[in-house]
């Protein structure tokens, strides 16, 4: 009876260092997820912050404080070509930086939405294809549906309990099973296999989308650097200017916006 039973222990003791090791697997792929989602998030904020930069620069130009501006306008004129082109360049690295932040933060939020359970089978839309469907379910008020997906759909599983209505039966079948005491040590290590595969391919697509987010806002902030060099230099090496302030009518507060056009063709036809 003995050598009986032996190998039924062994195989027990088998199937439940199986079902630890997943479960410690299982916690782990978790851990990483809030990390990754706790990266992005702080990155998400500090990207809403940086973008708005050249906002507050725009502000700043069509603002009643357009007077300053304005006198920043004549002394470019006065200083020559030169410092038209550099102005050019400063300005096209600052917009630069912006589309490139605005790229990062579409990353970002791509990285934090939740996604259904998947097997690794299911192939990620891409960033910007994942955009574009946003987009035109936002401008047909998602009257246009995405056709369904041939991907093979993964099993609803009680370690993870999230199932779409058209499923219903088949999840309260495992819960009926599980209520029962029908559950196996085999189906919990089937279980947690299911949903690892699930965990592994959702946390490859975050990690794909945290990198992507990051390397826009390392252009942004090189971008944002080459314009502050610019400008730098611009200072310096015009310093010497004499502009005359241009007055303007303080009453009128569109006044900037009707002049910036002028100041532009000035600008550009400058000496």
Not at 38 to 62: D, E, Q, S
Not at 115 to 124: G, L
Request: hydrophobic residues 40%; contains cysteine.
């Amino acid at each position: 009876m003995s050598n009986h039973a032996e190998p039924n222990s062994h195989s027990d003791r088998i199937t439940e260092l199986n079902i630890e090791h997943a479960k410690a697997a299982y916690s782990n792929a978790q851990d990483v997820i809030k990390f990754v989602d706790t990266k992005t998030g702080v990155m998400t904020g500090v990207l809403t912050i940086t973008t708005g930069i050249p906002l507050a620069i725009f502000h700043f130009l069509i603002s009643q404080k357009s007077n300053e501006a304005a006198t920043i306008f004549r002394w470019l004129y006065e200083s020559g070509r030169i410092s038209t082109i550099l102005v050019c360049v400063s300005a096209a690295a600052m917009c630069l930086g912006f589309i490139l932040g605005v790229a990062s933060l579409l990353a970002a939020t791509s990285g934090l939405m939740a996604r259904r359970p998947r097997t690794a089978s299911h192939e990620e839309d891409s960033l910007w294809k994942e955009v574009g469907c946003a987009l035109l379910h936002a401008f047909t008020f998602e009257r246009k549906r995405r056709p369904q997906s041939d991907e093979a759909k993964p099993p609803v599983t009680c370690l993870f309990p999230l199932y779409p209505a058209h499923r219903k039966k088949e999840a309260l079948e495992k819960f009926e099973k599980l209520a029962k005491g029908d559950y196996q040590p085999a189906d919990v290590l089937q279980e947690y296999a299911l949903q690892l595969e699930s965990v592994g391919n959702l946390l490859e697509t975050k990690i794909s989308r945290n990198r992507k987010a990051v390397h826009f806002f390392e252009g942004q902030i090189l971008a944002y650097m080459l314009s502050s060099l610019v400008s730098v230099v611009l200072i310096l090496a015009y310093a010497d200017s004499r502009p005359k302030k241009i007055e303007w009518d303080p009453r009128d507060p569109g006044h900037a916006i009707y002049s910036l056009p002028s100041l532009f063709v000035v600008l550009s036809n400058g000496t």
